[in-house]
């Protein structure tokens, strides 16, 4: 079985999008039993650098299991001045 999300990728990290047509927001299929770590992993993001991450509206983790429908937000932390 598979589980299908929406991945919006926010600000710089649209740059790992997996193609160069510079959408930010990508539907993918992941296993039954799939976490965000996966996600991420997906995208080829820097693993040095630092994501804030959001499951339908709300902060997650890594570790959190992905469920059917979810919308996925990845954004960089952001530094003002």
Known sequence: MTIRVEVHLHAGLVR???????RST?????P???RISD???SFNLPVEGRIII???GEAATPETA?????RI???PPIAGG
């Open 39 to 41: 996600v991420v992993a």
């Open 73 to 75: 937000d990845l954004v």
């Open 26 to 30: 990508y539907q993918r299929e992941f």
């Open 66 to 70: 992905l469920h059917e429908g979810a």
């Open 16 to 22: 790992y999008a997996p193609d160069a047509s510079g």
């Open 54 to 56: 959001g499951l339908d």
């Open 32 to 34: 039954d039993g799939a």
